[in-house]
């Protein structure tokens, strides 16, 4: 029976995620197919809620031209489902009042024509990134989380405990069964193992749990730079972002067994028992914070690398979509 359960806990969340992959193809195609008939209709509603901002009543021409908004340009040419795709994608279309230089403007238009060539990758993005609209608050937190320094542990001396009193508390219970010590000797070390992990709960705790909290996007951006990955190009712009993209996937591939072992600590028979002995969160959170060290300084550029995709491809299906809309040439005069 167990074996069974376990089983269909496996088939079923196989068979929940793809579901929400056809929901999401579906809605890829209403919305491609409700922009194609925009101009008898009003605009797609944007897909992805943007952030209010103050700062536009005071824009050169955001809210005379209708950049942003519920019903806007930006609403009609993206398809992005992330907020750094929503996020970078938003830049763009209110810079053009103070623009970037004229080489990262011809860049991004020659990305923009090669994605028009593969509309396949914005479909890829569009399916894969709605685990990360569903979960936007835990995919946001996530990206400040990874971002950001944290509270400095002392790794050297947890890393002590974490593998010290575990190697005695085990060897005490196997020695104290085999040669029939007194409780006492027996079991102490395990007291002291819970003790020791109760006290510094209060330290390594915060980092637990606000893993556990925001896994789910974990989860959805290893989905997205999956996706963004799915097709290679040799365009210049697109080579490097997707460099950047492959060196997030690896780097969120990494948190998958610390991510997995404070999940199990959530089994009851785990935390009471196995948790303590082994100080399995102790372990977890020193990988964590260990991985933050190797990786925070570089997280930002991932999910920039991601979102400027995601914002690319979606200039690209617009293209693809209405070949008859102009790309200008854009001249240094």
């Known amino acids: 029976s167990a074996v069974a359960f376990v089983v269909l806990v496996v088939v079923h969340a196989r068979v929940d995620r793809a579901r929400d992959q056809r929901d999401a193809a579906a809605r890829f195609h209403e919305r491609a197919l409700g922009r194609g008939l925009a101009h008898k209709a009003q605009p797609p509603a944007l897909d992805a809620p943007e952030p209010a901002d103050a700062s536009l009543a005071t824009h050169p021409y955001a809210m005379d031209l209708d950049m942003v908004g519920e019903r806007s340009v930006m609403s009609f040419v993206s398809f992005a489902r992330t907020q750094p795709g929503a996020r970078t994608l938003r830049e763009w279309l209110l810079a053009a009042h103070d623009p970037p230089e004229l080489d990262e403007i011809r860049a991004r238009q020659g990305a923009a024509r090669a994605l028009a060539k593969k509309p396949e990758l914005a479909r890829a993005l569009f399916v894969a990134g709605s685990g990360a609209r569903r979960e936007a608050e835990k995919a946001v937190a996530f990206e400040t989380w990874a971002a950001a320094k944290g509270e400095s542990i002392a790794l050297g001396a947890y890393a002590a405990i974490a593998w010290v009193l575990p190697i005695v508390t085990v060897g005490a219970m196997i020695a104290g069964q085999a040669l029939h010590w007194p409780s006492l000797f027996t079991w102490g070390p395990y007291v002291v193992a819970v003790a020791v992990g109760a006290a510094l709960r209060s330290r390594v705790g915060k980092i637990a749990s606000a893993v556990i909290a925001n896994e789910g996007g974990a989860l959805a951006y290893t989905l997205a730079f999956d996706a963004a990955l799915s097709e290679r190009f040799d365009e210049p712009r697109l080579a490097s972002l997707q460099k950047e993209v492959e060196a997030g996937r690896a780097g969120l591939r990494a948190l998958r067994t610390p991510s997995m072992i404070l999940d199990s600590i959530q089994n009851e028979v785990i935390r009471l028992l196995v948790a303590p002995i082994l100080m399995l969160e102790l372990h977890a959170v ?32 617009l293209s693809h979509d209405f070949p008859a809309c102009p790309s200008p040439e854009i001249s240094a005069d």
Do not use: M, P
């Open 286 to 317: 020193l990988a964590l914070e260990r991985w933050r060290r190797a990786n925070g300084a570089s997280a930002a550029k991932w999910f920039e690398a991601y979102g400027a995709l995601e914002s690319l491809a979606s200039f690209g299906l």
